[in-house]
């Protein structure tokens, strides 16, 4: 009787190490699959991020260096020449053209390299305090002639002695953007950076005049701002500039919103910012660069 007992609690005890095993084991496969599964997720998205982040830097060099290296191949050719003939004063204005036009070129691509390492997940963008005047009058520089070409008066309307804190950079690469984007869109017209300080907290605007956008346009670029992550699907037929603002805005943390009418002009606004100084000066307003008259 005592024999059967121990028959049966061993065959009890075995039975019950075998279910804990078997229960172990299952609980180690699902681990491993649940493991697995991540590591394919993980891979997923990476490949996914990579193939978001090389298609919006296609896009973007195929968008952005196109026009100016086709204005440098045939600025170069009228320089050659020029040569040839020994037009000597022609050929020191054409050179000054290729000289500024490189100047450009060469600021995007500082600006798509800044873009595409902003884009890793483990970017932090070091930030510090700056002169927003000094900001402004760099960006006025460079558009000097840009918006010359286009008939068009770049005003700038913000504090003196406004001091932001945010990457210096970043801030940049958005407000040119910006700039270049009211200019190419508008004839004859006004461009306007302000600076105000709301109730809300310093808010920098970019104002036009010029040709506006579409409805459908204008709801493709608020599509874009809404939604910057990198895998986000990039739209071909959209303003592809406001590619580069979201994604940098949204690293910054800044907040944007696009106003647009068709004939009436882009008005496009970037919340958000942080003041160094508590203190703002009264507005004034700097006329920079005067409407070319025709000839």
């Known amino acids: 009787m005592i024999f059967q007992w121990i028959c049966v609690m061993m065959t009890v005890v075995s039975l019950l190490a075998f279910f804990l095993w078997v229960r172990g084991r299952y609980f180690r496969l699902e681990l491993a699959k649940k493991e697995l599964e991540q590591q394919v997720e993980d891979l997923s998205r990476r490949l996914e991020y990579s193939n978001g982040l090389k298609q919006k830097i296609t896009m973007m060099i195929a968008h952005d260096l ?38 450009n070129i060469h ?14 997940e483990n970017f932090q963008p070091a930030q510090h305090s700056f002169s927003f005047s000094e900001l402004a009058g760099e960006l006025q520089q460079f558009f000097e002639d840009m918006v010359l070409l286009n008939k068009n008066v770049l ?11 945010t990457n210096r950079d970043i801030l940049k690469a958005i407000l040119r953007n910006l700039i270049d984007n009211a200019n ?6 006004e461009v306007r950076l302000v600076f105000t300080n709301s109730e809300n907290g310093p ?4 104002t036009d005049n010029g040709s506006g956008m579409l409805p459908s346009e204008l709801q493709k670029v608020r599509r874009r701002l809404s939604n910057p992550a990198v895998n986000a699907p990039v739209e071909p ?4 500039g406001y590619q580069l ?3 940098f805005a949204h690293t910054l943390g800044f907040t ?12 496009v606004s970037i919340g958000g910012l942080a003041l160094h100084s508590p203190f703002v000066s009264p507005l004034h307003s700097t006329e920079v660069i005067g409407i070319c008259q025709p000839d």
């Open 237 to 240: 037929n959209n303003r592809l």
């Open 184 to 189: 190419k869109h508008t004839r004859g017209g």
């Open 107 to 120: 600021a995007f691509v500082k600006e798509v390299n800044l873009w595409a390492r902003s884009q890793h």
């Open 155 to 165: 005003v700038v309307d913000c504090p003196e002695d406004v001091f932001v804190y």
């Open 256 to 267: 944007m919103s696009v106003k647009s009418g068709r004939g009436v002009g882009t008005t």
């Open 245 to 247: 603002i979201a994604d």
């Open 203 to 206: 808010v920098l605007t970019v």
């Open 66 to 103: 196109q026009s100016p290296l086709h204005f440098l191949n045939v600025l170069s050719d009228h320089v050659s020449r020029f040569a040839a003939n020994d037009q000597l004063p022609e050929v020191k204005a054409g050179t000054e053209e290729i000289k500024k036009a490189t100047g």
